[in-house]
C-alpha cells in the first residue's frame, strides 16, 4: 500500500463514519469525512481522493446519482467508487450502480477482515492499473523516441503500428495506414523483397535482414530515390504462445551509401593518381614507336614522291618522243637510290606496327576510363573477365617490374549483375598488395620475378576469383586483422589500411557475396572471392522491372 492512497468516506450515520474512519486510518490510509451528498461531491472535487466510499441513502440526494457525478467528472477519472447501503438491496439496484461506474457495491455492515480485503484488492487494482500505464507510456516514449522506420503487422497481416519515421519516408500518417495490409499501400520499395521477408519471418520464427532496399520518397523531396536496411521480426503473443505478428525497423542508409560511394571514388582517384606515372609510361612506349614510325613514313613518301614526279615526268615527255636509254638509266638510278623497294616492304609494316600500338593506347585509355567510371545506382550486367583484365593494365606498372601474371579465366563464365566499378577498385587493391608482397620477397630490382596469378570459374550458383601470390605470406598473428579499418604493416605513406576493407565491403556487403584469404608464410598467399550470381541476377531483374 503506497502512503498516497486515499479515503473520502461519506455517510450521514456518524457512529459508523467514525468506525470506518478510525478502521482505516489504522492501516496508514488517509482518511476524509462528508455527511452530505453536497459535500461529499465537494470534497471529492477538492481532495481528489483515490477512492470514495459512498453511502447509498443519504438526506440531501442519493448516493447512486452523486456516484454518477464522480464518474462524470474528468478531474475526477482515477477516482474509484464504493457504493455501500445498510438496507437489502436487489441485484437489479446494484447492477443499476454497477452500470453508472461504481467499481463495488457493499452492503453494512459488513466484517473488518472483508472491508479491508476489498478496499486492499482495489488498491493493489489501481497499482497494477499504474504499472501498467507507466510501462505503456515509457514503451511508447521509446518507440516515438526510435530514429528509425518501425512497422508492426499484426498476426492478420494488418498494421497496428507505423511510426513517425515511417511518415516521414513514405508520406502516409498513421491513420491512413492503421488496420490496413502493407502490400495495399502502394508504397514505392521492393514490395516482393519485402513480402519475403515477412512471409520467411513468420515460417522460420526467426530474424530476417534486408540489405539495401530501395525505396522512393514522396514527390517533392530533394533526393528521392533512397535505400532502406530492414530487420524484421517475429513478435510473439504471451497469451496463445505463438507468433502473434511481426515487427518491421527499417534504417534509412541512403546517406551513408552517398558516403560510401563518395569514399570509394575518392580511393579510386587516389589509385589513379598512384597509377598515372605508370599508365603514362605503358602508354609513352607504344607512342615512341608510333612517332618514330611516322617520321619513318614522312621521309619515305617524300622519297617516293620524288620518284613518282620523275616517273610522271618521263611519261609526260615519252609523248612527244621516246626516252632516251641515258634518261631511263637516270630514272632507274633515282629509284635505286630512293630504296623503293625497301619501302615498298617497310611501309606496311610501319603502318601495322602503328597500328598495333595505337590499338594498345586505346585498350590502356579504355581500361582507365572502365576502372575511373564513378559506378552505378544499380547493378547492372558485367563481364567480370574483361573487368580482371582491365584492372590487369591499369595496374601493369605496379607489379611487371617484380612479377610474371597468368591469367587462367573461364571464357564460359556468364556475365553478372553487379556494380563493376567496385569490383574493379576490389581487384585493384588485391593485385597492388600481391605486388607489393612480391617486391618486399624478391626486392624491386631482383632479377628473379614472382608470379601473381589470377582465374575465375563457375562453381554452382557462384562465381570464384582467385587471386594468388608466391610473396612471402601472411603471419598468422596477423591473418584476424586483415580486413579491420586502418590495419596495415606497411611502412607510414604507403598504405592506409583501407585496401582490403573496400574490397571486403565491395563483395560481402553490396554483392553478398565472401572474401577470404588462405596464406602460409614462405610459400605466398590466396585471396578466394565467391559472388553469388543468381541473387545478383535477381536484384538486377528486381532494379529494372523498378
Given at each position: 500500500m503506497s502512503e498516497t492512497d486515499s479515503i473520502l468516506i461519506v455517510d450521514d450515520e456518524e457512529i459508523l463514519l467514525e468506525l470506518y474512519a478510525e478502521i482505516l486510518t489504522s492501516q496508514g490510509y488517509e482518511v476524509s469525512l462528508a455527511k452530505t451528498a453536497a459535500e461529499g461531491f465537494a470534497l471529492a472535487r477538492e481532495l481528489r481522493p483515490d477512492l470514495v466510499l459512498l453511502d447509498v441513502g443519504l438526506p440531501d440526494g442519493n448516493g447512486v446519482d452523486v456516484c454518477r457525478r464522480i464518474k462524470n467528472d474528468p478531474s475526477l477519472s482515477g477516482t474509484s467508487v464504493f457504493l455501500f447501503s445498510g438496507k437489502y438491496v436487489d441485484s437489479e439496484s446494484q447492477a443499476d450502480g454497477l452500470e453508472i461506474g461504481a467499481d463495488e457495491f457493499l452492503v453494512k455492515p459488513m466484517k473488518t477482515r472483508e472491508f479491508l480485503a476489498r478496499i486492499a484488492a482495489l488498491f493493489k487494482m489501481k497499482k497494477a492499473e499504474r504499472e501498467v500505464r507507466r510501462s505503456h507510456m515509457e514503451v511508447y516514449q521509446i518507440l516515438a523516441s526510435i530514429q528509425s522506420m518501425l512497422v508492426v503487422i499484426d498476426e492478420r497481416?494488418?498494421?497496428?503500428?507505423?511510426?513517425?519515421?515511417?511518415?516521414?519516408?513514405?508520406?502516409?500518417?498513421y491513420d491512413h495506414v492503421k488496420g490496413r495490409a502493407l502490400e495495399n499501400l502502394g508504397l514505392s520499395w521492393e514490395s516482393e523483397r519485402i513480402l519475403e521477408g515477412i512471409r520467411s519471418c513468420r515460417e522460420t520464427m526467426g530474424s530476417v535482414r534486408l540489405e539495401n532496399v530501395r525505396f522512393t520518397r514522396p514527390e517533392g523531396r530533394e533526393g528521392r530515390e533512397g535505400y532502406l536496411t530492414i530487420n524484421v521480426d517475429p513478435v510473439f503473443s504471451t497469451l496463445e504462445r505463438g507468433l502473434g505478428g511481426v515487427v518491421l525497423l527499417g534504417e534509412d542508409i541512403s546517406e551513408r551509401r552517398l558516403l560510401e560511394a563518395?569514399?570509394?571514388?575518392?580511393?579510386?582517384?587516389?589509385?589513379?593518381?598512384?597509377?598515372?606515372?605508370?599508365?603514362?609510361?605503358?602508354?609513352?612506349?607504344?607512342?615512341?614507336?608510333?612517332?618514330?614510325?611516322?617520321?619513318?613514313?614522312?621521309?619515305?613518301?617524300?622519297?617516293?614522291?620524288?620518284?613518282?614526279?620523275?616517273?610522271?615526268?618521263?611519261?609526260?615527255?615519252?609523248?612527244?618522243?621516246?626516252?632516251s636509254p641515258a634518261r631511263i638509266a637516270e630514272l632507274l638510278g633515282r629509284y635505286e637510290k630512293n630504296e623503293v623497294a625497301y619501302l615498298l616492304e617497310e611501309i606496311p609494316q610501319a603502318i601495322d606496327q602503328s597500328l598495333d600500338g595505337?590499338?594498345?593506347?586505346?585498350?590502356?585509355?579504355r581500361s582507365m576510363k572502365s576502372f575511373a567510371h564513378p559506378g552505378e545506382k544499380t547493378m547492372v550486367l558485367a563481364d567480370i573477365n574483361k573487368a580482371l583484365k582491365d584492372t590487369a593494365t591499369v595496374s601493369r606498372n605496379e607489379w611487371k617490374y617484380v612479377a610474371e601474371m597468368h591469367m587462367d579465366l573461364d571464357p564460359e563464365l556468364p556475365m553478372i549483375s553487379c556494380y563493376p566499378s567496385e569490383l574493379n577498385q576490389a581487384f585493384l587493391n588485391i593485385i597492388t598488395n600481391a605486388a607489393q608482397a612480391i617486391a618486399e620477397a624478391y626486392g624491386e630490382s631482383a632479377q628473379e620475378k614472382g608470379l601473381i596469378a589470377v582465374s575465375t570459374r563457375r562453381d554452382g550458383e557462384w562465381m570464384e576469383i582467385r587471386f594468388t601470390d608466391n610473396g612471402p605470406g601472411i603471419p598468422d598473428e596477423i591473418k584476424p586483422r586483415l580486413f579491420d579499418p586502418f590495419f596495415t604493416t606497411k611502412e607510414v605513406g604507403k598504405g592506409t589500411g583501407q585496401g582490403l576493407v573496400i574490397a571486403r565491403n565491395a563483395v560481402v556487403k553490396r554483392h553478398g557475396g565472401t572474401i577470404a584469404a588462405d596464406s602460409e608464410v614462405g610459400r605466398g598467399t590466396t585471396f578466394i572471392i565467391r559472388l553469388p550470381m543468381a541473387s545478383a541476377v535477381e536484384e538486377h531483374d528486381q532494379g529494372a522491372s523498378a
Open positions: 497481416g494488418r498494421i497496428s503500428r507505423w511510426n513517425h519515421i515511417a511518415t516521414k519516408l513514405f508520406g502516409l500518417p563518395q569514399l570509394l571514388q575518392a580511393q579510386k582517384l587516389e589509385s589513379i593518381g598512384q597509377l598515372a606515372a605508370g599508365v603514362a609510361h605503358e602508354i609513352n612506349t607504344p607512342i615512341q614507336f608510333i612517332s618514330d614510325n611516322v617520321l619513318f613514313l614522312k621521309n619515305a613518301f617524300q622519297d617516293l614522291r620524288d620518284v613518282i614526279q620523275d616517273c610522271h615526268a618521263m611519261l609526260r615527255d615519252a609523248e612527244a618522243v621516246a626516252p595505337l590499338e594498345r593506347v586505346a585498350h590502356i585509355v
